[in-house]
């Protein structure tokens, strides 16, 4: 089972990765710079919502930080693709539909129930 620790390890992980202080960060992120710390530690959960604007704020996706989080040995393959990809640019509604049909039927029922669980928090 994945803890805080680990969550706070990989945060830090990509933090680095894509050249970040933990004040630079925490600014973007606009939390206190103790507070990522903090997470970082694994000696605070971070929230959905701010995992979620981590991971805008540094160009990878939920499901690619819920993957390294299972085999953070590929950081530096799922980085260098996120960052020659141009998904966070275009966001639109024929963008996203292109993407869910290209997912088979239970990627889709997964990614519905992911959304559910996401809004509810």
Same mark, same amino acid.
Not at 92 to 98: A, E, G, I, Q
């Given at each position: 089972m994945i803890n805080d620790q680990q969550i706070g390890e990989l945060i830090r992980k990509i933090r680095k990765e894509k050249g970040y202080t933990t004040k630079q960060l925490a600014e973007k992120l606009n939390i206190s710079q103790p507070k990522l710390s903090r997470i970082e530690t694994g000696a605070q959960p971070i929230p959905l919502t701010l995992l979620y604007q981590f991971c805008v704020a540094l160009q990878i996706s939920l499901a690619d930080f819920c993957f390294l989080l299972e085999d953070n040995n590929n950081i530096n393959e799922i980085m260098s693709v996120r960052e020659n990809s141009s998904i966070y640019d275009d966001l #639109?509604? #024929?963008?996203?539909?292109?993407l869910l049909t290209s997912l088979s039927l239970e990627e889709r029922k997964a990614i519905i129930q992911f959304i559910q669980i996401f809004k509810k928090r």
């Open positions: #639109s509604n #024929s963008s996203l539909t292109k």
